[in-house]
């Protein structure tokens, strides 16, 4: 049989696809463009029909409802954030879906070893002359998956480009496709306003020429990458490409010809953004779409000199420990790979790491510097592996400083306006004198 012909025995509707899953069924898609929501939408149409219950679906950064974190669907199905978006942390925090607490590298690993994987669910792009699909923008934790699951269903999308270095899905491995050209999903640019813009001229003016960069997502990332736009000769090792990533490169700054491996080419585990990425990503050469667990190993991004990491805080104590992923007990996201390229950078030679954000929160009623975490807050990234802060007031460089040292560095770039009750809270706690 060639490949056209397993083609057309596989291929299906989403609604076909949908009513092979079976009860208990443990399902795994890959991160944002990565999960097939057409799939996910027909088994949640089998589930309200009350044919199919104890579903459940392990992924991360939804773009779009799905019906595993609905409270609709909370007797049928189940869905299991790795790293939550809006929807998926609503679903956390009401109590109708889990969250898995991970370091991004490690994701592969965890599938493997402790995740009973019935059905991989994927996006692809269309199948090539010798019957291979690409997972196009996702290569975080898609190879893991192909191995592990004992099925794989594929949703092929034309719009889904096809990354020349992304994990492949060859038809014989297919057990059921359907065909869904639809827009995929793109972020919103965050614009930054003045105190995002302040930050992003601080931390440029710490990057040399011929630095390899992550940068993180949102406003503060996107005013460091304009920031940036001088530069000359900078690389790009990152777990998520986005637009500003992109602009880097188009405006010349990034060409990656200073990095000792990957030379020339924009290395990262997965791209979310606008079309524009996505057009960026198709066939070209010079962007490799990796797993996660080589992309985000510290061993792999220390071999990168002047490696500049730059991720987001909700709030950091005077120890400098960074919770960047909850308020209080409340679910915002997950560890991602902040933890993974703070150590990277800071094993660098001439690396840093910067964790950014503005000083105050809460329509600047509230610290995000505090003697204290929140009660209930989680640590995302340790007192001993952080390396430098950054607000609007400047920069904090807390590696090989003691408490009392770290505390002043602290408060030096804190709000104006608690810098007073801040000091007065440590003195209280005889951290200074």
């Not at 792999?300 to 805080?313: E, L």
């Not at 950014?356 to 610290?367: C, I, L, R």
Request: proline letters at 5%.
């Amino acid at each position: 049989m060639n490949i056209v012909e397993e083609y057309k025995n596989r291929l299906t509707t989403p609604e076909g696809i949908a009513s092979q899953v079976e009860p208990g069924w443990v399902c795994c898609a890959d991160i944002a463009l990565g999960a097939p929501y057409a799939i996910c939408d027909a088994i949640g149409n089998q589930a309200r029909e009350g044919k199919i219950s104890g579903v459940t679906l392990h992924t991360m950064l939804d773009t779009r409802p799905l019906p595993f974190f609905s409270e609709d669907y909370r007797e049928t199905l189940r869905g299991v954030s790795w790293f939550s978006g809006e929807r998926m942390r609503k679903a956390v925090n009401a109590g109708f879906a889990d969250v898995m607490p991970s370091y991004y590298r490690d994701m592969p690993s965890l599938f493997t070893d402790y995740v009973n994987v019935d059905a991989f669910l994927a996006v692809v792009s269309p199948m090539d002359n010798h019957g291979y699909f690409s997972t196009g923008c996702d290569g975080s934790v898609s190879e893991a998956l192909i191995r592990k699951a004992k099925r794989i269903y594929i949703q092929v999308n034309k719009n889904m480009p096809r990354a020349l270095a992304a994990p492949v899905i060859h038809i014989s491995q297919v057990t059921g496709l359907c065909e869904v050209d639809e827009d995929l999903p793109v972020l919103p640019r965050s614009r930054p306003d003045k105190i995002s813009t302040a930050i992003g001229e601080i931390i440029a003016a710490e990057i040399p020429d011929g630095a390899t960069l992550q940068l993180g997502i949102g406003a503060i990332p996107d005013a460091v990458g304009l920031a940036l736009k001088g530069k000359r000769h900078l690389g790009i090792h990152t777990e998520m490409l986005t637009d500003s990533m992109v602009e880097l490169i188009e405006c010349g700054a990034v060409d990656n010809s200073q990095k000792p491996v990957h030379r020339g080419r924009t290395v990262a585990a997965f791209a979310f953004g606008s079309k524009r990425i996505y057009d960026f990503i198709n066939d070209n050469p010079a962007v490799e779409i990796l797993p996660v667990d080589y992309v985000n190993d510290p061993a792999t991004i220390a071999k990168h000199p002047n490696f500049v990491s730059i991720n987001a805080a909700l709030e950091v104590d005077f120890y400098g420990q960074v919770c960047a992923e909850s308020i209080g007990m409340r679910h915002v996201s997950g560890t991602g790979g902040q933890v993974d390229y703070v150590r990277g950078a800071i094993s660098a030679r001439g690396g840093k790491s910067f964790i950014a954000f503005p000083s105050t929160a809460m329509k600047g009623t509230v610290s995000k510097i505090t003697p204290a975490l929140t009660t209930g807050a989680i640590v995302t990234t340790g007192k001993n592996d952080v390396d430098c802060i950054v607000t609007e007031y400047g920069i904090a460089k807390l590696r090989g400083k003691t408490l009392s040292q770290r505390t002043r560095e602290l408060i030096s770039i804190a709000h104006p306006d608690f810098r007073d009750k801040l000091t007065f809270a440590a003195r209280k706690q005889n951290i200074i004198i």
